[in-house]
């Protein structure tokens, strides 16, 4: 005989279907499961705020995104040089500029009659600002 058939004989149940007999005689009983009451729940441990992420922008990325207003301005950028951060002041005029223009390591918000520098120094990482008449 094939030994297909002998096997298909030999078991009393073909592969795939549900064993013989009363349901009862092969499962369990479920249990029952009753919901716990609000009050039961306790209060999930709430997680510390996460530190806010802070970006520091290149000098060109801060040319690019500056609105030159009147004032003064606390900078923090990425210096040019070391790649570090540095933090500089300046103070703008009450008039509206005419042109911000950026030259490797200078940042010059022209006014026309006036001028504003930021030069980035290649020693020690130093920031000058000018104000040009």
Request: charged content about 15%.
């Amino acid at each position: 005989m094939n030994s297909l058939l002998v096997t298909m004989l030999l078991l009393p149940q073909a592969v795939g279907q549900p064993p013989a007999g009363p349901p009862s005689e092969q499962l369990p009983a479920p249990i029952p499961v009753r919901p716990l009451p609000p009050q039961a729940i306790p209060n999930p441990v709430p997680f510390p705020p996460a530190p806010p992420v802070v970006v520091i922008p290149t000098l060109d990325e801060f040319a690019r995104c500056f609105v030159p207003t009147p004032g003064i301005h606390e900078v923090t950028v990425i210096h040019p040089v070391s790649k570090r951060p540095v933090t500089f002041c300046f103070t703008l005029p009450d008039c509206p500029p005419r042109k911000v223009q950026l030259h490797n390591r200078r940042l010059v918000i022209d006014y026309g009659n006036k001028e504003v520098r930021v030069i980035f120094r290649i020693l020690c990482s130093k920031v000058d600002v000018q104000y040009a008449n």
